[in-house]
Nanobody, 124 residues
Framework: QVQLVESGGGLVQAGGSLRVSCAAS????????MGWFRQAPGKEREFVAH????????YYADSVKGRFTISRDNAKNTVYLQMNSLQPEDTTVYYC?????????????????WGQGTQVTVTS
């Protein structure tokens, strides 16, 4: 079992930056690949970024590539999402998720554990 808690969301102006964090419980955090997703009201959950268990491999949605960076610190049981050049369309709730399978997957159903989400609002 892995419990995930996101933090760091907030309000930022367009063009600004924000870093959200996801703290995991348990001593097996380093065995899980991690992902970030986002979901706006009435829309499907959208894949944002994926990072391998070691942190050596990352993968991004086209919509955030070059602007967002996913990273992890296994010693701190934490995964991060650094978001730069934020735009109003990035406004939504961001979720972190964990899965045991090492392969990259953008499908929410393939992730076993989820956090409660953190709100990011970008004003124009």
């Amino acid at each position: 079992q892995v419990q995930l808690v996101e933090s760091g969301g907030g309000l930022v102006q367009a063009g600004g930056s924000l870093r959200v964090s996801c703290a995991a419980s348990g001593r097996t955090f380093s065995r899980y690949a991690m992902g970030w997703f986002r979901q706006a009201p009435g829309k499907e959950r959208e894949f944002v970024a994926h990072i391998s268990w070691s942190g050596g491999s990352t993968y991004y949605a086209d919509s955030v590539k070059g602007r967002f960076t996913i990273s992890r610190d296994n010693a701190k049981n934490t995964v991060y999402l650094q978001m730069n050049s934020l735009q109003p369309e990035d406004t939504t709730v961001y979720y972190c998720a964990a899965k045991a399978l090492p392969i990259v997957t953008t499908t929410p159903a393939n992730y076993a554990f989820w956090g409660q989400g953190t709100q990011v609002t970008v004003t124009s």
